[in-house]
């Protein structure tokens, strides 16, 4: 700046004009502009996107997790009524729930992912929720509750064994963390077997406790001290109370993990006494942190009574459904199994026994196995002597085996069962609550009365008379 000028005015030197570079002046796009040219990678980029149109980038960005939970629900035919977290639909993803050790035994069962059911089950469980998971059978449910359960003792730590000493007995009563209560001793044979598989990776200890067998060899292994408890609500009942001599072997004020596998069979009254002597329902924080106790549901119906039952024992709990369509009120309604063929015969009372063999006879197949389930005890028997073949008769043999099973009879299941394997044709008589076990080997059902029309058995063939 100068002060040259006459008049004291003050004279102010013009700024030089910017030159613009080569490649500017070059692109006819930024002629006369003083903006630098984009990079030759940048108007590649703006080239494809506009080749490509307005929604290319958003196609390109990953799914949220919202979307990605929305369609494997889709996919799986998941439904849920609450706020539910994401599936876990890998056994990677399912690490957060469950640990690294679960998952890793898990696969070397042979497991190669989670089920639909486990998916969903395992993040709600492991947040401390209620849960009511309807499925059908072979679903996965038993590990849908069995991990988290093992899981959340893993975290908590295991119960230390107590040796017993010469002389009397004075070891305490038992006082599992986790209760799961199953109908028949055959289901409770079954999910300590399963539980076993995994119990040895956190260091838990399962038992499982049932009727029909001598109570000495259980109430020794009650009080060594166990983690889990697996039993039929009769025999925990027999150690819960004890009686004029003996002191309770098992004690429920500590249970915080309940699964529950029969409130659609009609065992209400005895859920409700053993649930009244467990800790109260709460919040998922309350579960978390053991002031309260946590429920898990798992069943293969879900009729209005026993909707309104599992309102009565869980604390505003989730809700999953596999499969299952959906009914009056937002649930209710059952989904027809596509690998079963179900056929109806509409016949009289008196016609049922000729029905049922020409069934076996046209349906059968060399080596394959029937069970034909009744509603009372007697029918059971009787059909054992119908279907038996008797030498004196003239009639030929209807099948090469024939046992009635039911309540009368608890002793001969276990032995039953293992015939289900064998080469010859067989048929098994059963009275309609008397047993529950894994038949998906099985390839005939027959219901043979008509007050129950849904059965839990998958990949078979169905007949009801």
Not at 10 to 17: D, E, L, Q
Not at 92 to 114: F, I, N
Request: glycine share 8%; with cysteine; hydrophobic share 35%.
């Amino acid at each position: 700046m100068t002060n040259d000028a006459t008049d004291g005015s003050v004279a102010v030197k013009p700024r030089k004009k910017r030159k613009l570079s080569k490649d500017v002046t070059k692109n006819k796009e930024f002629a006369g502009s003083n903006l630098p040219q984009a990079s030759e990678g940048a108007q590649k980029r703006r080239r494809l996107k506009t080749a490509a149109g307005p929604n290319a980038a958003r196609s390109n960005r990953p799914e949220s997790g919202e979307a990605t939970a929305k369609a494997f629900r889709s996919q799986h035919a998941i439904s849920v009524r609450g706020t539910c977290p994401a599936p876990a639909g890998s056994f990677q993803q399912a690490r957060s729930c469950l640990g690294d050790d679960l998952v890793k035994g898990m696969e070397e069962q042979g497991y190669s992912a989670p089920t639909p059911i486990q998916a969903q089950a395992w993040p709600i469980a492991v947040r401390g929720h209620d849960l009511v998971a309807v499925a059908k059978t072979g679903s996965g449910k038993t590990c849908g509750y069995l991990l988290p359960a093992l899981a959340l003792i893993a975290k908590r730590g295991p119960t230390q064994s107590l040796q017993h000493k010469k002389g009397l007995d004075q070891r305490p009563p038992a006082q599992p963390s986790c209760l799961i209560m199953a109908p028949t001793r055959e289901l409770v044979q079954q999910i300590g077997k399963e539980a076993k598989k995994f119990a040895g990776i956190v260091g838990a200890r399962v038992l499982g406790i049932f009727g029909g067998v001598p109570k000495g060899p259980q109430v020794s292994a009650l009080r060594a001290g166990i983690d889990m408890l697996v039993a039929t609500p009769g025999r925990l009942r027999d150690f819960m109370t004890g009686d004029q001599s003996k002191a309770p072997v098992v004690l429920v004020d500590s249970v915080t993990f309940l699964a529950d596998r029969m409130l659609d069979m009609g065992f209400e009254p005895e859920i409700r006494q053993i649930i009244a002597q467990c800790p109260a329902a709460g919040s998922a924080q309350e579960t978390l942190s053991g002031e309260a106790r946590q429920t898990l549901f798992f069943t293969a119906t879900w009729p209005p009574d026993v909707q309104r039952s599992a309102l009565h024992f869980t604390h505003h709990a989730l809700r999953v459904e596999v499969g299952q369509s959906s009914g009056k009120g937002g649930g209710g309604g059952l989904a027809t199994n596509t690998s079963i063929k179900q056929t109806v015969k509409l016949v009289k009372e008196e016609e049922k026994l000729m029905v049922l063999k020409q069934v076996i006879r046209s349906d059968l197949k060399p080596g394959e196995t029937c069970m034909v389930f009744t509603g009372r005890k007697q029918t059971c028997d009787a059909l054992e002597k119908e279907l038996t073949w008797d030498p004196m008769r003239p009639e030929a043999p209807i099948c090469a085996w024939c046992r009635a099973l039911h309540g009368d009879k608890e002793s001969q299941t276990c032995c039953a069962l293992p015939n289900f394997t064998s080469d010859e044709t067989e048929v098994t008589c059963l009275s309609s609550k008397s047993f529950k076990a894994d038949v998906t080997t099985v390839p005939q059902l027959v219901t043979h009365f008509v007050e129950s029309l849904t059965t839990e058995h998958d990949a078979c063939r169905s007949n009801v008379l």
